[in-house]
């Protein structure tokens, strides 16, 4: 497999400083490249303590504890060996431990010169994970141009195909009330948070073949709603609806659509867009009474991911640490139960029952 760490820009604004975020990029995956796999598991405390950022999108290096971007002792298995994977938003969060996961899973990249620093730090790892010369392209996805321009230089670079495709970046602000954002504001989250998502599959798919897989990350926010956290919530109940009408348009070529909408997970945004407080109470009204790590969502992308014929397309998993709700719990549950008991597609089962 050949993984993409793509780092999304966000595009420029009085709340952002553009000189930092390149370096909170760096130590991030510094931090990333540094941590041995397979050590021992820290006990995860209840909640983090009482912690704020002054910009976003966040620094992950500034994260007290910082989060965990893979599961200790991760058994890998080649699922994804020989595919050429695009993910944005890879620099941290849940896009960086994607991009670890599907290392782990036999990845192999291809150098960038913008962000050889970034780079250099990652290739520590690379002997553990398999693999080699991961490829990052600095882009502002907010415009189509960038869009087109990124998923050109990376079919390019490998053969003129991409296999996988994860859409997963976005930015969040606190705001009490409904009249606190602006146009500009609903603007600048909609070409952050799904304009990217649209333009970014409208070039990938013409590189893509019959068994290709693309999966948008979205947010159980889209389901249950947050009442200060308007316009992000908006887009991504936006993202959900795309991803299940694209999973139709796709499904005669062959390609999957699915989505993953975590619920409460320790990246670098939350303690920029909440106070110290409300980041020390973070995840404490889930089940296991703490936010999940971004280690414990990577995998699902990995299943999505593979080529088992049973993953399904328009299937959108909703993790909240231990409480699992989906609108189709089939889509999610039949690939496992497959995978241990043997059994055959829902479609090739519906065959067989028809010829006896």
Known sequence: MRALLLFHQLPRSPHLRPASR?????????????????????????SPPPQQQGSQPGKEHAMDPR??????NYKSAEKLKGKVALVTGGDSGIGRAVCLC????????HEDRDAKETLQALRGIRSRTGARDPMAVPADLGYEEN??????EVAGAYGGRIDVLVNNAAEQYERPSLTEVTEADLDRFFRTNIFFYFLVIKHAVRHMAEGGSIINSSSVNAYKGNKTLLDYTATKGAIVAFTRAL???LAEKGIRV???????????????SFGEEKVGQFGSEVPMKRAGQTAEVAPSYVCLSSSCKAVP???????TMHQLFMPNPACFFFPVLSHLFGLPPPNERQKSHRSE
């Open 313 to 319: 397309s328009a299937g959108l998993i909703l993790e």
């Open 102 to 109: 599907f290392a782990l899973e036999g990845a192999t990249g």
């Open 247 to 249: 999973a139709l348009q």
């Open 147 to 152: 869009c087109r321009r990124v998923v050109e």
């Open 258 to 272: 699915n989505g993953v909408a975590p619920g409460p997970v320790r990246t670098p945004p939350i303690p920029a």
């Open 67 to 72: 989060p965990e971007a893979i599961v200790q």
């Open 22 to 46: 390149g370096a909170a990029a760096t130590r991030a995956l510094a931090f990333f490249a540094a941590r041995p796999l397979g050590s021992r598991a820290r006990a995860r405390p209840s």
